[in-house]
C-alpha cells in the first residue's frame, strides 16, 4: 500500500472512531437471534464507519440499544422518524443504556441508512448523532436451464431466475450489447425475470453478471455487491424466416408519422418487390394485430430498401418479432419499438434524508426521477447541474433517475432540462435554503457583555441594576463555507414576574427576520428589506423597565423558530434572569426566651429569665447559588428589654440594652414563626454594664 493512501486510510479510522466515542461509548441492534455492535462488529467502508447487520426479510422489526458516554448527564435520547423505518415504542430507558423498538419498511429499496440521534443533556444543551447503517444480505441467484434448450437469432427468449431475495437485484431493463448472448433483468412481482436475445449462429456462451441493491459479505470480510458470475452454454440456430434489420429501431407513434410516415432503410431481400405495400403484423398467423405498414421505394446502393413506414400501435422488441405479411402470408421477419411521444408526467426531486420536493437548493446533491412515456429515447441532461454517474440509477422508458450536484454559487432562478441539446419545456425552481439553525447567530447583554444565546445557561442570576436587555445578532454565522441555512425567523416571548413570582407583564416579538450577511454565497439572493439589522432593546418594548425592578425579580425570554417557516422543527431555547441580591436589611422583632447572660459587673452567670423583646435592624444575607434563598444566619444591631414580659414585682434583671446580635435560623422559605439561636453582646443602661448572651428566642418576621 502506498504511503499516502495508508495515511489516509489510518485518519480516516481514526476519524470515525472520535465521532463514534464523542456520540456513544456503544450501540446495539439486535435483529432476531443475532446481536450486531458498532465497536465490535463496525465496518470501514469508503471513509465512513458503518453499523452492519444481515435480515432475511425487508421488514425486520429491531431492537436499538444506545449507551451514553455519561448517562447522568443525559435527560433524553429521541431518535428521527424516516421513511425508512417506524418506531414502535416511545424510548426507554434501562440502567445505563436507551433502548428504541423499531421496525423497517423495505431494507432492499432503503438508500444511505442511518439512524439519526438528538441526544438532550443536562444543562439544557442539544446535539446530534448519526449512525450509518449497512444492511447486508446473501443474496443467491440460480440459473438452470433445460439441456435441450435452444436460441433463435434475432428471437427474445425469457426464463425464470431463482432467487432467494429478487428485490436486492439491480434490474437492468435494457439489454447488454456486443455479447454472444445479450440480456436483460425484469422483476414480475416476486419472479425475477432473465431475457436473452442471441447475436452469433453455433455454440454461443451466455456470461450473466449480475449486482445486488444492498451488498454482501464474502468469505475474507469484504463488502461485495457483485454475485459471482454465471456461465452457460446455449446452441443458436438461425431464424425459420429471414430476419430483417431495420433502422432506425424506434419509431414514434404520433400523428404525423401516421399521416406522412417516417422513411426507414430495410434489409434486402428478393421476396419484397418495390412499389408495394406490406402489412406489419404482431403474430405469424392469420389475423394479427396490425403494427405498421411500409411501402417500398427504391433499392440503395449500400444494399438495403429504403421504405416509409406508417405506424399503427404500439410495440416494444421484448414483446417478440413482426410479421411482413403480403396480404396474411408471412414473407420474413423483423422487430423495432414503436412508442408514444416522450412525454415526463412526474419529476420528484430526493434530498438527503429522502425528503421529497419539486426544487433544487444551491449546494446540495439530490437524485432526481423523472416519470413519463418513451424516456429511452431520450439522453437529458440539466442546465448548469453535473451529474454524478452511478451504477445504481435506474434507466429505462418509464423511469429515468440522476444523481445532481447543484453548485453551491448558482445564479439561475430555474434549471432548463434538455433532450439533447433542444429545451424540452421543462424547468426546476431553484430555491434558497430556509433551514433552522442553532442560536449561535444570537447575543444577549444584559450587562455582563454580549455573550451567545447558545453558551447562555437556563438560569443566569445578575447581581446589579440591569439597565436594559439587548438582542443583537451575527448573521455572518449563519451560512458556512458549504452549509447554508439561509433566511431565520424568530419569535420572541418576554415575561416579566415581581420578587413574590407574581405575573406584571407579557410581551411577544413576532417576525424577526435576520438573514445571512454578505460573507454568505448567497448574500445577493437573500436581500430582503424586512432584514433585522439593528438590534432590539427591552425597554423599548416593555412598559415596566428593567431599571425599575425591584430584587430577584424575574425576565423570562422564550426564543424560537417560527414554525409555519420550516419543514423541520425548529430551536428553541429559554433563559430566566434573575436581579440578584447579596443581603437585605429589615427591622425584626423576636422574643428570646430563657437567655444565658453574663454581665461584666458580675460574677458567673445570670440565672435563665423569661421572655424579652428584641428589635433588632437585622442584616440578611443571601445564598449566592440559590434563587432568593437566605444563608442560616443574621447580623443586626437593636434593643433588648430583657425580661420584658416578666410582671411580677419581685422580677429581677429587667433592664433595657443596646446589643449587637448574631442569629441562627432555619432556611425555611416564608415562615413568620420560626425559633433562631442568639449569640451576642451588648450594654444595659440602667445596671451600666457590658454583657454577653447566648439563647434561644422566637421570631416574627413583619
Known sequence: MKKKTYITFVLAILTGITYAQNCFKEVLLRIDTLEYSYTKNGIFYKRDKYLPFRYEEATPIAELQVYPNDINKIQKISLFNTSDFEILDSTLRVDDYFRFKIRFKNLNQSKFLKFSFTIFEVPLKESTCEIPLMPFHTTEVGFNPKDDDELYIGEERTFDLLCNNPENIRINSIFTEKEEINYRTELVGKQLKLHLLPSKLGKSELVLNLSTQNPYIDEKGRIRYDLPTIKRHFQVKGSRLAYLNVLPKDITLEEKTQAEGIEIELDYTRLLGLDRTYRIENQEKKGGRLVAEIFTKKFLSNGKILCVLRPYSLH?????????????????????????????NQIIITHEGNKQETAFYPGETAEVRIEGLSLHKTRFHFGGLTEI???????NENIQTFRLQVPINITEKEVEIYNFSTKFGKTIPIKEHQKPH???????????????????PQTVLYPKTIRDIEISFSPEKIDEANKLFGKQYLSVDITVFNTK?????????????????????????????????????????????????DGWSRIEMV????????????????????????????????????????RGDQDGFSPFGGISLAIIQQLNFYDPNKINRYRPYKVGIGVLANNAFNFSPTATDRDLGIVVLGSLYPTRRDVKLTFPLFAGMGYFLSAKAWFFLVGPGIFVRF
Open 559 to 598: 426564543f424560537r423558530h417560527e414554525k409555519d417557516k420550516y419543514k423541520e422543527n425548529g430551536f428553541s431555547k429559554k433563559i430566566e434572569i434573575y436581579l440578584q441580591k447579596k443581603m437585605r436589611f429589615d427591622t425584626e422583632f423576636s422574643f428570646p426566651g430563657g437567655l444565658l447572660i453574663k
Open 438 to 456: 442553532k442560536f449561535n447567530f444570537i447575543n444577549i447583554n444584559y450587562g455582563a457583555g454580549k455573550q451567545m444565546l447558545e453558551d447562555l
Open 389 to 395: 454517474a452511478s451504477d445504481s440509477l435506474i434507466k
Open 316 to 344: 416494444r422488441l421484448t414483446e417478440g418479432y413482426l410479421y411482413i405479411k403480403n396480404t396474411d402470408e408471412p414473407i420474413c421477419i423483423t422487430n423495432f419499438n414503436v412508442s408514444p411521444k416522450t412525454i415526463i
Open 501 to 549: 413570582g407574581d405575573l406584571i407583564e407579557i410581551k411577544h416579538i413576532p417576525n424577526i427576520l435576520v438573514c445571512p450577511d454578505e460573507t454568505s454565497l448567497r448574500a445577493d439572493f437573500y436581500d430582503d428589506a424586512q432584514c433585522s439589522k439593528n438590534s432590539i432593546s427591552l425597554n423599548s418594548i416593555l412598559g415596566r423597565k428593567t431599571y425599575d425592578l
